[in-house]
């Protein structure tokens, strides 16, 4: 068995996830769910580099949690938290997605095509060679990458839209690295971030990621490369140091 369809409409999400389960372990490397309408934990904990399951409706909260390997394509808006602490795989999401998108995520590639809620980033984090990556083509809303401990978080602010537009940007960021394409507003950064426009070399650091996201959506990456960047990255490794030091 190669090939699963499953026509989730009506289903609760826990046996829609055992039959999930129960098609990986009997071997199925495509998994096509029909109707998927707020069904949540689609994804959670499965391993596979060789899975893709596709999704044509709305999952629910927390789509690939703790996954390992395989890759998720939603054929539609995701609810929040997508991508939270998974490991590595990658979801490929063709809409909006809700709030925590990526949360304490440790590895892996989360893309949306728009916009993204609040707190997007938040606790991403990094171990040696792993390095987590959301890439967000619309806006994204306040807190962007707050507590942020590693790996990379691009907003493209595409669809004529402004890349952040609200309060928080890095705020308590002691690791990793935020690229907003175009400019950003001073007030907009959180406490502990700092802004520096992205060098030559940053932006060739970039590029492959941004190339495989618009392969992603059939998208023409040109306009994209050629803009200016912002880095944010921690203005220090202790941003809140002063607030636990009594002399």
């Known amino acids: 068995m190669t ?35 707020g069904q949540r934990f689609i994804g959670d904990g499965l391993r596979g580099n060789d899975v893709t399951i596709t999704i044509n409706g709305v999952p629910g909260g927390d789509l690939g949690m703790f996954m390992s390997g395989p890759t998720i394509i939603v054929n539609g808006n ?7 602490t998974m490991d590595s795989g990658k979801l490929v999401i063709h809409g909006n997605a809700g709030d925590a998108v990526a949360h304490s995520m440790r590895g892996g590639r ?28 619309g806006a994204a809303r306040a807190f962007l990458g707050e507590y942020m401990a590693g790996g990379l978080l691009l907003v493209l602010g595409m ?14 960021i002691h690791g990793g690295e935020i ?18 426009p992205a060098t030559a070399e940053q932006k060739a650091a970039i590029k492959p990621v941004i190339e495989d996201f618009a392969k992603a959506f059939g998208m023409d990456p040109a306009p994209i490369l050629a803009s200016e960047f912002t880095r944010i990255a921690p203005a220090s490794a202790r941003p809140f140091a002063s607030k636990y030091i009594w002399e």
């Open 3 to 37: 090939a699963v369809r499953i026509d989730a409409q009506g289903i609760h999400y826990t046996p829609l996830n055992q039959m999930i389960r129960a098609a990986v372990a009997s071997g199925a490397k495509e998994i096509n769910l029909d109707n998927v309408l």
């Open 78 to 84: 995701a609810d929040h938290a997508p991508g939270n």
């Open 110 to 137: 989360v893309y949306v095509r728009d916009n993204i809620g609040y707190r997007g980033g938040i606790h991403m984090k990094q171990y040696l060679e792993k390095r987590p990556i959301l890439v967000v083509g």
């Open 159 to 172: 669809h004529d839209l402004a890349p952040v537009e609200e309060r928080g940007v890095g705020s308590g």
């Open 179 to 196: 690229y907003v394409r175009g400019e950003v507003d001073e007030s907009f950064l959180g406490v502990g971030a700092k802004q520096t």
